[in-house]
């Protein structure tokens, strides 16, 4: 009677913890595309758990409102086919005070900062495309414009590859244009890392906001 008493147990903790374990062990892919055309960008963030599990957020939306010195974004959500669209407004200050604090969290906690290169590195970068056509009134101009564009894009490259874990090559390009003013820009992203290893890192990192946000930080 005891046996089976112990045999019914370890069945139950087996089926309570080994749906965690395998999610844990799960791999999550992110796929990120970002176009400017005609002063219309769109964000588009795609999540993919087992080839399964899909979530999807669309931003066609991001606008500055000059009066009010608010972002304002609208959201359209697709997960498991059930849509849902929502407009959300972000003040400066709620960004100015999230950055304070997350500096905060670097500046004086030394032991965030491992945990933080631990997680950039958890992430595999599969791929990092970014193409871009530009050109302003001047030709000279714009072949300054674009020489300062493909270093920056030059920079980013190499700190994706230094910080995150390649697995492909960056690919950029920056293509000029000298008779019309002008501005393209198309970004395609593709991540995935082990869901219980980048949850590590970060839940590291959140216990050391959340004790900073508390206390406020001067």
């Known amino acids: 009677m005891v046996m089976v008493l112990l045999l019914i147990v370890l069945a139950v903790l087996v089926l309570i913890f080994l749906p965690l374990i395998i999610l844990l062990l799960s791999q999550v892919k992110v796929e990120i595309s970002f176009t400017y055309k005609g002063h219309h960008p769109n964000l588009l963030i795609k999540v993919v758990l087992w080839r399964i599990i ?3 957020r669309n931003i066609p939306l991001i606008e500055l409102n000059p009066d009010t010195m608010t972002i304002n974004i609208l959201e359209k959500d697709d997960y498991f086919g059930s849509q849902k ?3 959300k407004s972000f003040k400066f200050e709620d960004i100015q005070q999230q950055w304070k604090l997350m500096n905060g ?3 004086t906690t030394k032991d965030v ?3 933080i290169k631990r997680a950039l590195k958890a992430v595999q970068l599969h791929q990092l495309s970014w193409h871009t056509l530009v050109g302003v009134n001047r030709a000279d ?3 300054i414009l674009t020489g300062v564009l493909y270093s920056l894009k030059g920079g980013v490259a190499s ?3 230094n910080y995150l874990t390649p697995i ?3 690919i950029y390009s920056i293509q000029p244009h000298y008779t019309n003013s002008t501005y393209q820009t198309e970004l395609e992203c593709i991540l995935s890392f082990k869901l219980g290893q980048i949850m590590r890192e970060l839940l590291s990192i959140a216990r050391q906001y959340g004790k900073l946000k508390k206390v406020g930080i001067k």
């Open 159 to 161: 700190m994706a590859m």
């Open 113 to 115: 900062i491992p945990h």
């Open 105 to 107: 969290v670097i500046k």
């Open 168 to 170: 492909g090559t960056p």
């Open 85 to 87: 669209e929502k407009n």
């Open 54 to 56: 899909k979530f999807r």
């Open 141 to 143: 101009h714009t072949a």
